[in-house]
Each structure stands twice: as structure tokens, then as C-alpha cells.
């Protein structure tokens, strides 16, 4: 069974800050694994979509990486702005979506 | 292309009573999702729909859930007899296929008394 894990459950940083956000997985066997922020009491929005066969994707700010032969994957966001505050979650597709807890991103003026 | 909708986006409801949601994917998206999520958790996958069909179901989805999509197009989660466990963001999201982005709905928050 596919479990997703996300470290840190939280983070707060000033304004300006490079960060990284990590997701686990214990299962290599998967499609893509898709980046997504919620903002509070809202949907998911799609950030990035990394296939199986790809090693990273960038868009913006955002650049997400994946080594699936460790289940891995990173979220690395550039000179962070308060409009980032947000939950980030990671989400693997093998045989269905698994979704990890998410990491609630706090970024201060 | 007005992206995922979902109606109602909150119900209260008595403990006991029926409830259906809607759910409206991005049009030409052939694969439906139905998530459930709670407070502090990501979403947990509930059940899919390739066209019409239902290919999957989870677990969590207990004989008072039922879902539908009749013609392909837009789908219905309903719970029958409803618990206070069931409250919870319910959650819609359409796709192309497995190696495409999926596009999520605002969510449907329900709230059982």
C-alpha cells in the first residue's frame, strides 16, 4: 500500500526566503507525482506534474524534482512571498492518487 | 473552459438524512475522481469514473455512498443516512488520463449535526 509523507508539517519563513518542501513515498511503482497548494477552506490548485520518466519541471518560482528510485521528490520554491502562504501537498498516481498530509507554509512580510 | 465546479459548496444536515452532491468536470476530461478530506489530512480517494463506468472504489466508501456518472459528463456522490463521521470536504477532480495533470473542484464542505 502506498503511503505519502511530507516534512516539515509546518514552516515559517520571512519573506524572501529559498525553501524546499520534501514528500516521500514508499512505493516506486507510479505514473507522475503532482505538486498542488490549498489555500484554507478551498480546492487543490495543480503546480507542477512530474512524470516517472522525468526528473524535474519547473514553472515560475517553482521547481519540483523526483528521484523515484528513492521516493523522493522536492518542492523548491524561490524568493518567497506572502501570497505563498498556503498548504502544499504532494500527490503520487500509481494505482490511484495517494495524497501526503501536506506542509502548511507560512511566509511573513 | 470554466474549470471543475461543485454544487452545493456547503450543506448542513441532520444526522440521519440524505445528501447528493454534484460535480462538473472540465468537459472534455474522460476521468472523474471523488475525494474525501478532513481537517489536517490530504484528500483520500474515495472512487473514479473513466466515461460512465466506475472502475474503483475504495474502502472508505461504506454501502451508504453511492456515485454516479449516466452519461459521462457530470457526476453525483450521494450518502445515505447520514453520520457525524461523514462530515468532511468532499472534493471532485477531472483528468485527461493517468499521465495528465488532474484539475480539482472547490469542494463540497459538509457539516452533519
Known amino acids: 500500500k502506498q503511503e505519502v509523507t511530507q516534512i516539515p508539517a509546518a514552516l515559517s519563513v520571512p519573506e524572501g526566503e529559498n525553501l524546499v518542501l520534501n514528500c516521500s513515498f514508499t512505493d516506486s511503482a507510479i505514473y507522475n507525482l503532482q505538486w498542488f497548494r490549498q489555500d484554507p477552506g478551498k480546492g487543490l490548485t495543480s503546480l507542477l506534474l512530474?512524470?516517472?520518466?522525468?526528473r524535474e519541471q519547473t514553472s515560475g518560482r517553482l521547481n519540483a524534482s523526483l528521484d523515484k528510485s528513492s521516493g523522493r521528490s522536492t518542492l523548491y520554491i524561490a524568493a518567497s512571498q506572502p501570497g505563498d502562504s498556503a498548504t502544499y501537498l504532494c500527490a503520487v498516481y500509481g494505482q490511484n492518487f495517494v495524497f501526503g498530509p501536506g506542509t502548511r507554509l507560512s511566509v511573513l512580510p | 473552459d470554466t474549470g471543475v465546479s461543485q454544487d452545493p459548496r456547503h450543506k448542513i444536515t441532520k444526522r440521519g438524512q440524505n445528501v447528493t452532491f454534484r460535480c462538473d468536470p472540465i468537459s472534455e476530461h474522460n476521468r472523474l475522481y471523488w475525494y474525501r478530506q478532513t481537517l489536517g489530512q490530504g484528500p483520500e480517494f474515495l472512487t473514479y469514473f473513466q466515461n460512465e463506468a466506475q472502475l474503483e472504489k475504495s474502502r472508505l466508501l461504506s454501502d451508504r455512498f453511492s456515485a454516479e456518472r449516466p452519461k459521462g459528463s457530470f457526476s453525483t456522490l450521494e450518502i445515505q443516512r447520514t453520520e457525524q463521521g461523514d462530515s468532511a470536504m468532499y472534493l471532485c477532480a477531472s483528468t485527461y488520463s493517468s499521465y495528465n495533470e488532474q484539475f480539482f473542484g472547490p469542494g463540497t464542505r459538509l457539516t452533519v449535526l
Open positions: 512530474i512524470q516517472s520518466s522525468q
